[in-house]
């Protein structure tokens, strides 16, 4: 049974570019949720999504930064005109569902993002 | 406030020893979960063990138990017969029960590092 598969696992990208994560949960797993790390630090809390639907984004900053989980294929974190401190791992973890409370989130292994 | 704080940035513990790794938690829920998960220096986030507000035991998985002492809101993970393969970053996470949907929130970590 595949886990949470992120992609790529390291993204250079140059200070305006873009920057594309991919996120593809585990089989059964309709809830994605974003988080993101800065180096010895913790992980904070960016984004939550179900298919089709963000319920939750009190973590994302206000521009630049958007998220989206479609009907099909994975969820996607997009950043545009990256600047340096944009550079950090993006973690995405999934749940089966809100509902079981004492499930924990499985995450994939990151993508870390290099600023230029 | 800080949710979640872990008051050690690093820990040192000799082989074989035990090492207890400390989380003190702030909700106004009734219901809520407490996970660890474990960070080694390839980066992937593994999740240990869970402990419900409800739970009258301490949870255990193996060599890892969790210290839950409600009425203080801590919740020390402890690590019995500890392994080189243990040195790793180690993060203290809380499910709210208020929330509708099941994201974690995050403590700052602690780098535990095993001496042979």
């Known amino acids: 049974n595949a886990g949470v598969m992120q992609n790529p696992r390291h993204l250079v990208r140059r200070r305006g570019q873009e920057a594309r994560l991919r996120c593809s949960p585990m089989?059964?797993?309709?809830?994605v949720y974003w988080y993101r790390q800065l180096p010895e630090e913790g992980l904070k809390f960016m984004v939550y999504?179900?298919?089709?639907?963000?319920?939750?984004e009190s973590g994302m900053p206000k521009e630049r930064f958007s998220a989206e989980f479609p009907k099909e294929g994975p969820s996607i974190l997009r950043i545009q005109q990256v600047v340096r401190g944009d550079s950090a791992a993006y973690f995405c973890?999934?749940?089966?569902?809100?509902?079981?409370?004492?499930?924990?989130?499985?995450f994939g292994n990151g993508t870390r993002l290099t600023v230029t | 406030a800080q949710k979640i704080t872990q008051t050690q940035p690093g820990m040192f513990v000799q082989e074989k020893e035990a090492v207890t790794l400390d989380c003190t938690y702030d909700?106004?829920?009734?219901?809520?979960?407490l996970f660890w998960y474990k960070q080694p220096s390839s980066g992937e986030m593994i999740f240990l063990i869970y402990?419900?507000?409800?739970?009258?035991q301490n949870a255990t998985e193996g060599r890892y138990s969790l210290n839950f002492q409600k009425a203080r809101k801590s919740a020390n993970l402890v690590i019995s017969a500890s392994q080189l393969g243990d040195s790793a970053m180690y993060f203290c996470?809380?499910?709210?029960?208020?929330?509708?949907?099941?994201?974690?929130?995050f403590g700052q970590g602690t780098i535990l590092t095993v001496h042979p």
């Open positions: 973890a999934s749940s089966p569902g809100a509902g079981q409370f004492n499930s924990p989130l499985h």
């Open positions: 089989k059964g797993h309709s809830h």
């Open positions: 999504l179900q298919k089709e639907n963000i319920i939750d």
């Open positions: 909700t106004s829920d009734q219901s809520y979960g």
């Open positions: 402990q419900g507000s409800y739970d009258e």
């Open positions: 996470a809380m499910r709210e029960g208020g929330t509708s949907y099941g994201k974690l929130t």
